[in-house]
């Protein structure tokens, strides 16, 4: 099972930061997931929330102005990538606009980096699994009331063969018929021991997780 620190080790310093993500590989994590956003000055940065603290839409502002405005350098892809180019990444795309950027990041990006791409849009995911030679997840929060007809539009595309799961509605029986399908299912959102434990025994590829006591990592000082 795949350990990937949810925003990176965010307990000292501000989530999805440079800082951050050295904090969790420094305490053994194998990967780090990050969310990717549209800046006004055009630039992909990793932030997670749509609107800043006091309400104004990440999309309408520079990366200074972001920057400022949460109180700490926002990192852009490209910086992420270079500075971690041997960590798994799971990129998810958070908005359409972001899609040409990301992409061409992506596509120019080491051919040494591990990426699982992954969206709620699964329209997104789609296109990057045609157009992109990186590993593709579709992200779902809600209990399928078929899975057939869930995975049935990533069946064509070789390279889209994950789903990323909220914890919350996954259950025993869904992972199995999922890893018989031939689809590789990664966790986001344990919150204790057990739920983790789970997640282990029903063997998921991944755990997508703010909780790294529960994966029998300890936490290391954060790296500024």
Avoid at 81 to 109: C, G, M, Q, R, Y
Avoid at 122 to 137: K, R
Avoid at 139 to 151: D, E, I, K, R, T
Wanted: charged letters at 20%.
């Amino acid at each position: 099972m795949q350990l990937i620190a949810h925003r990176g080790l965010a307990r000292t310093v501000p989530e999805n930061t440079l800082a951050a993500f050295a904090a969790a590989l420094s305490s053994g994590f194998d990967g780090l997931e990050t969310d990717i956003r549209l800046c006004a000055d055009g630039e992909a940065v990793l932030c997670h929330d749509r609107v800043t603290p006091n309400g104004t839409p990440v999309a309408l502002l520079s990366r200074k102005a972001l920057s400022q405005q949460l109180g700490y350098l926002v990192p852009t892809l490209a910086e992420a990538l270079d500075t971690f180019p041997d960590a798994l990444w799971n990129l998810e795309i958070k908005s359409p606009d972001v899609v040409k950027t990301a992409f061409e990041i992506i596509a120019a990006s080491r051919r040494s980096h591990r990426i699982l791409l992954s969206s709620f849009r699964h329209d997104i995911v789609l296109a990057a699994a045609e157009l992109l030679q990186v590993d593709c997840a579709l992200l779902v929060a809600h209990h399928p009331a078929s899975l057939a007809g869930l995975l049935q539009q990533a069946l064509p595309h070789e390279r889209l063969r994950g789903i990323v799961w909220d914890f919350e509605i996954v259950d025993a029986p869904l992972l199995e018929q999922v890893a018989e399908l031939g689809f590789r299912s990664y966790v986001y959102g344990a919150h204790t021991l057990y739920e983790h434990a789970f997640c282990r025994d029903y063997q998921v590829s991944g755990i997508i997780t703010d909780h790294p006591e529960f994966v029998g990592l300890t936490p290391a000082p954060a790296l500024q």
